[in-house]
């Protein structure tokens, strides 16, 4: 497994920056290498770098290495810019936020931390001890030290990414990351007995059922089938999806009986594409449905452009 970390030029997603990665790749594939990026994108050279990192780590786009050094929209991506360019539905957040905690490659830290740590509470020197601490289990000795500045950028980082800004923001702050409406992340003071001082303090939150929808859920669902070599195969234990790295207990932090619930309103909405829960013997079971996760973000992505036709068609109907 290969890791890297503070790609990111130490610059969080900010709100409106996919939007205008995706429009800047459907005029100019080759943006992010072009001498005049950043006046095209308004952004400073630093800036760039870090969109172009995050387009790639989002899933939003895919980079190919030739003569030119390209970037172009996937599958997700021209869902995004087809759907929802501003990136306002809980569905595409939640398929970010998916696709930025399974990526162990290029956005590490965030894998680790929800996949691995998944604390409760923390504090900054907890955060950096525990991942070193990984780090070591994880890398060869000949791998490359990974610099405490490093690490100290990416923590900084994804907490700008998912905890709403604070007071006292500098103004390059003042954009908050889209991330941030899922409310996995609160921040505290608490009181350190060791050194008698007050620290700052963070929780890891529960991801809420009302935000998550039942299509969205079952996206990972396969997704993470299809990323574990078993799509071929149309049942998981409960415990695998529940625990496993990038899988619906991990992507969500929620709760079992929370996922019981979504699930049974996808199986209410949906019963074409049931997950039956089998428990038998102690061994709990899912039963997926034969579909792939693309077609199931398809699907969620033109039922919201539906709804959000026919509340035009019932406001324009209501102002006649």
């Known amino acids: 497994m290969s890791f890297s970390f503070a790609k990111h030029e130490t610059f969080y997603i900010r709100d409106g920056w996919l939007n205008k990665g995706i429009q800047a790749i459907l005029d100019n594939p080759n943006i992010f290498l072009d001498d005049e990026a950043p006046e095209e994108l308004g952004l400073g ?6 969109l172009r990192f995050w387009m790639k780590a989002s899933g939003i786009a895919d980079e190919f290495v030739g003569r030119r050094t390209i970037q172009e929209l996937s599958y997700f991506g021209q869902l995004v810019s087809q759907y929802d360019p501003y990136q306002e539905l809980d569905g595409t957040i939640w398929f970010l936020h998916h696709n930025l905690i399974s990526n162990s490659e290029m956005t590490t830290t965030w894998y680790w931390f929800f996949n691995h740590y998944i604390p409760t509470r923390f504090t900054y020197d907890e955060f950096l001890s525990r991942l070193k601490s990984w780090l070591n289990t994880q890398m060869s000795e000949d791998d490359k030290t990974v610099a405490d500045s490093s690490l100290r950028k990416d923590f900084d980082c994804l ?4 905890l709403p800004s604070q007071q006292d923001t500098s103004p390059e702050d003042t954009l908050e990351s889209p991330l941030t409406t899922l409310g996995l ?10 050194t008698g001082k007050k620290v ?6 529960n991801g809420s059922p009302d935000n998550i929808h039942p299509l969205v859920l079952l996206y990972v669902l396969l997704k993470a089938q ?15 999806a529940l625990r496993e790295p990038g899988n619906v207990g991990r992507t969500f932090n929620i709760k079992p009986t929370d996922f019981e619930d ?4 996808l199986n209410d909405r949906y019963p074409q594409w049931r997950v039956q829960l089998t428990r038998t013997g102690g061994l709990d079971q899912l039963t997926l449905p034969h579909i792939s996760a693309e077609t199931v973000m398809k699907h969620y992505y033109v039922e919201q452009a539906d709804a959000a036709e026919e509340v035009q068609t019932w406001s324009r109907t209501l102002k006649v």
Not at 226 to 240: F, M, T, Y
């Open 45 to 50: 050279k630093n800036m760039v770098r870090s």
């Open 262 to 265: 979504i699930l049974s309103q």
């Open 185 to 194: 992340l609160s921040a505290y003071t608490d009181f350190d007995e060791e």
């Open 226 to 240: 299809q990323s574990s070599n078993r799509c071929e195969a149309s049942q998981v234990g409960l415990q695998i």
């Open 159 to 162: 907490i700008k990414t998912y």
């Open 200 to 205: 700052k303090a963070y929780r890891l939150e």
